[in-house]
């Protein structure tokens, strides 16, 4: 029966942590975003956030964004400065093409910084990407 489920690989589907101006706090935050590189949109995004080093662990954090349009990203959620030393791990769940795909995506502790930044894909910006 195992060798009859199917589970399909995702692709073109990242994470990505961008370093923003906040105009309310007039600061530099630290955003993580959801992008889909796809020439579909994806449905029923849900992306369940965690952080932990250790026997140190944040709450685990649920986040329903719905539907993201081809070629384009949503937002996640702020990370703060002091989890950037945590391992950050992003399980993102979505429905494209009658299949439902799911993926965990990790940025390892220490790996958020501006000498890690790349050109991120859709997003006209530069910033840490896990594939």
Do not use: C
Request: aromatic content about 10%; cysteine-free.
């Amino acid at each position: 029966m195992k060798k009859d489920i199917e589970i399909p690989v995702v692709e073109h589907v990242y994470v990505a942590v961008v370093k923003e101006w906040n105009e309310e706090f007039l600061a530099q935050d630290w955003n993580s975003y959801i992008i889909n590189d796809r020439d579909t949109a994806i449905e029923m995004v849900l992306v369940v956030t965690k952080g932990y080093d250790g026997d140190r662990k944040t709450s685990l954090l649920r986040h329903g964004i719905g539907t993201i349009a081809a070629k384009s990203s949503a937002k996640i959620e702020m990370i703060q400065e002091e989890l950037l030393s945590m391992n950050n791990e992003f399980t993102v769940t979505f429905f494209a093409d009658g299949k439902l795909y799911d993926k965990k995506y990790v940025f390892r502790k220490n790996t958020i910084n501006e000498n890690a930044f790349q050109e991120l894909p859709v997003m006209d910006q530069r910033g840490v990407l896990v594939k």
